[in-house]
T-cell receptor, first 114, second 113 residues
Framework: GAGVSQSPRYKVAKRGQDVALRCDPI?????LFWYQQALGQGPEFLTY????????KSGLPSDRFFAERPEGSVSTLKIQRTQQEDSAVYLC????????????FGPGTRLTVT | AQSVTQPDIHITVSEGASLELRCNYS??????LFWYVQSPGQGLQLLLK??????LVQGIKGFEAEFKRSQSSFNLRKPSVHWSDAAEYFC???????????FGSGTKLNVKP
């Protein structure tokens, strides 16, 4: 069956540009997570949705980062006025149940800010 | 401070040799424990998980892990490594009262022919 998909797979942005990263979770999955993975590091939690409700956004590094999931399925992570330190792979994961006991990860979007 | 530690950044083993990747965590209570594998350009794939019960858990691709409460460890093992196992391996914990994973920094496995 279809897994978690993310688009685009690669994104190059000039510093100061806004970007939008899309995540299509597995159909029917209630929970959705975003992670940021810097080069050579493990993924770090950004934010969590249960259906359309954003229950935890404590990992978002600044107010330039914004995530939404308006209909409880597809999610978009938006980064405004990108900075070089935003360069990373952004991973999306979904989970069937509430909470994140078994998360299925997408391939990620590699963002490079020049 | 709460943390997940994978002390080995890189490990090289010969094909057919045994493998052990180390993971230690530092949390107040026993969290849920996971191992994921990430191949280049791929997402994270779950190898195995521990919630409770038998401390030796079996996973996919012939991997197993053992939870040792006294050592706060959850080491990943495989008796005979295959060239296709070359990848990066991440240990992760889930605090069940919170919906967050905390990942270690990863161990990159190279397999020599």
């Amino acid at each position: 069956g279809a897994g978690v998909s993310q688009s685009p797979r690669y994104k190059v942005a000039k510093r100061g540009q806004d970007v939008a990263l899309r995540c299509d979770p597995i159909s029917g999955h209630v929970s959705l997570f975003w992670y940021q993975q810097a080069l050579g590091q493990g993924p770090e939690f950004l934010t969590y949705f249960q259906n359309e409700a954003q229950l935890d956004k404590s990992g978002l590094p600044s107010d330039r980062f914004f995530a939404e999931r308006p209909e409880g399925s597809v999610s978009t992570l938006k980064i405004q006025r990108t900075q070089q330190e935003d360069s990373a792979v952004y991973l999306c994961a979904s989970s069937l149940a509430t909470g994140g006991y078994e998360q299925y990860f997408g391939p990620g979007t590699r963002l490079t800010v020049t | 401070a709460q943390s997940v530690t994978q002390p080995d950044i890189h490990i090289t083993v010969s094909e057919g040799a045994s493998l052990e990747l180390r993971c230690n965590y530092s949390y107040g209570a026993t969290p849920y424990l996971f191992w994921y594998v990430q191949s280049p350009g791929q997402g994270l794939q779950l190898l195995l998980k521990y919630f409770s019960g038998d401390t030796l858990v079996q996973g996919i691709k012939g991997f197993e892990a053992e939870f040792k409460r006294s050592q706060s460890s959850f080491n990943l093992r495989k008796p005979s490594v295959h060239w296709s196992d070359a990848a990066e391996y991440f240990c992760a914990v889930l605090l069940y009262n919170f919906n967050k994973f905390y990942f270690g920094s990863g161990t990159k496995l190279n397999v020599k022919p």
